[in-house]
Nanobody, 119 residues
Framework: QVQLVESGGGLVQPGGSLRLACAAS????????MGWYRQTPGKQRELVAA???????NYADSVKGRFTISRDIAKNTVYLHMNSLKPEDTAVYYC?????????????WGQGTQVTVSS
């Protein structure tokens, strides 16, 4: 199975930028899709951005034009570049991988990283 390790969260002022990284334990080109989700207390986890194995991306409407998902296949790492951050972007951000293992579909999640946007 795939293990994911996230990094890059922290405290940033409104309008600032952060970059999150998600390192996978296997070649991400063999992973069907990887995505970033976020969750705040009392709310469901929501998709922020995703990228497929062929490089197709999609974004939540709330982050379009501000966030960019990218990948470095050589490093088995997916990034979330977050610009023009708003207080409402504050959440725990999770990385997810969707893949096949021994012919069956699997999901793996990272441990989460806190992003706090506050002055």
């Amino acid at each position: 199975q795939v293990q994911l390790v996230e990094s890059g969260g922290g405290l940033v002022q409104p309008g600032g930028s952060l970059r999150l990284a998600c390192a996978a334990s296997r070649n991400i080109f063999t992973i069907n899709a990887m995505g970033w989700y976020r969750q705040t207390p009392g709310k469901q986890r929501e998709l922020v951005a995703a990228i497929t194995s062929i490089g197709t991306t999609n974004y939540a409407d709330s982050v379009k034009g501000r966030f960019t998902i990218s990948r470095d296949i050589a490093k088995n790492t997916v990034y979330l570049h977050m610009n023009s951050l708003k207080p409402e972007d504050t959440a725990v951000y999770y990385c997810k991988a969707e893949y096949y293992f021994r012919g069956a579909p699997y999901d793996s999640w990272g441990q989460g990283t806190q992003v706090t946007v506050s002055s």
